[in-house]
């Protein structure tokens, strides 16, 4: 069974970078495509960006030079760092599989406050 | 950008009554449009993708619609457990994105 499970830091600073991991279980990230997406306060829904099976990345123009997504595929991990946070990067974060979102994780609340 | 424009953004619908939910883009996106479901607490659940084909697992109630701009998701038959909020998504173009959602209760 495919699973995806989001960690890091539920509280960040204002200016300081947001960094979280996705490991994946039962389906090698070097296949499909692997994408962040996050839901405000609110129920707004933005789809950050992705990381192929390839290495190539796609990211949401909104969030300009911000934001990073790498892998590790050793360990089945694929990362999220979002650089320079305000307070309106605050949001519940998933990570997803696929060009269709067929499965996510149970996403992690973060915070950014001084 | 394609603009998702989501309708209604609520709704409230007896047991066992139809429910549509509308989406509509600002540009042809090829039938490129899945529809999720997202439980209170819960990570969204795709329930359509391609418009129209349904997602291993989810009960046939639920039905998806349309192409060019204009897109529908049908629930045939209100269950208590289809209260949520439902999004759609274009993956036609990059960035993809997301309607405003439709909070769906039961009366």
């Known amino acids: 069974e495919v699973q995806l499970q989001e960690s890091g830091p539920g509280l960040v600073k204002p200016s300081q970078s947001l960094s979280l991991t996705c490991s994946v279980t039962g389906y090698s990230i070097t296949s499909n495509y692997w994408g962040w997406i996050r839901k405000f306060p609110g129920n707004k829904m933005e789809w950050m960006g992705y990381i192929s099976y390839s290495g190539s990345t796609s990211y949401n123009p909104s969030l300009k030079s911000r934001i990073s997504i790498t892998r590790d595929t050793s360990k089945n991990q694929f990362f999220l760092q979002l650089n320079s946070v305000t307070t309106e990067d605050t949001a519940t974060y998933y990570c997803a599989r696929g060009r269709y979102l067929d499965y996510w994780g149970q996403g992690v609340m973060v915070t950014v406050s001084s | 950008d394609i603009q998702m424009t989501q309708s209604p953004p609520s709704l409230s619908a007896s047991l066992g009554e139809t429910v549509s939910i509308e989406c509509r883009a600002s540009e042809d996106i090829y039938s490129n449009l899945a529809w999720y479901q997202q439980k209170s607490g819960k990570s969204p659940q795709l329930l359509i993708y391609?418009?129209?084909s349904l997602q291993d697992g989810v009960p046939s109630r639920f039905s998806g619609s349309g192409s060019g701009t204009q897109y529908s998701l049908k629930i045939s038959g209100m269950q208590p457990e289809d209260e949520g909020v439902y999004y759609c998504l274009q993956g036609s173009k990059y960035p993809y994105t997301f309607g405003a959602g439709t909070k769906l209760e039961l009366k």
């Open positions: 391609y418009a129209s």
